[in-house]
Nanobody, 126 residues
Framework: QVQLAESGGALVQPGGSLRLSCVASGGTFSAYAAGWFRQAPGKERERISCINSSDGGTHYADSVKGRFTISTDSARKIMYLQMNNLKPEDTAVYYC???????????????????WGQGTQVTVSS
C-alpha cells in the first residue's frame, strides 16, 4: 500500500509563495487519485485540490482557484502544490492523501481517502 510524506510547509508573509511536496512510496500516483487537504484550528478538514489517476484531471476549491496549482512529476512519484498569493486564511496544516477511486476525485469527501501523510504546517502572517 502507498505511504505518503509531505514537506515544504513554512511561515510566509501574505502575498508570498510556497511549494508543498508529497512523496509516495510503495506505489505511485498513476494508480491512485490524490489530493491536497487542509485543516485550520477549529475547522473541518477540507479538500482544496485533487488530481485523477485516470486522466490527470485536476480540481480546485473556489477558495484557492487561480492561486494554487496541483501537479505531479513525470514518474508520478511526487505530487506538488504550488501556492501563490498566499493569504492569512490559508494558514492550516496541509495534508496529502490518496485513494483508489472509481469516480472523479472531487466527488469524494476527505474521509473517503484512505492513505494520508503526516501533514505540514503552513502559516501566512506578517
Amino acid at each position: 500500500q502507498v505511504q505518503l510524506a509531505e514537506s515544504g510547509g513554512a511561515l510566509v508573509q501574505p502575498g508570498g509563495s510556497l511549494r508543498l511536496s508529497c512523496v509516495a512510496s510503495g506505489g505511485t500516483f498513476s494508480a491512485y487519485a490524490a489530493g491536497w487537504f487542509r485543516q485550520a484550528p477549529g475547522k473541518e478538514r477540507e479538500r482544496i485540490s485533487c488530481i485523477n489517476s485516470s486522466d490527470g484531471g485536476t480540481h480546485y476549491a473556489d477558495s484557492v482557484k487561480g492561486r494554487f496549482t496541483i501537479s505531479t512529476d513525470s514518474a508520478r512519484k511526487i505530487m506538488y502544490l504550488q501556492m501563490n498569493n498566499l493569504k492569512p486564511e490559508d494558514t492550516a496544516v496541509y495534508y496529502c492523501a490518496a485513494e483508489n477511486l472509481a469516480l472523479s476525485c472531487n466527488v469524494y469527501a476527505p474521509r473517503e481517502f484512505g492513505y494520508w501523510g503526516q501533514g505540514t504546517q503552513v502559516t501566512v502572517s506578517s
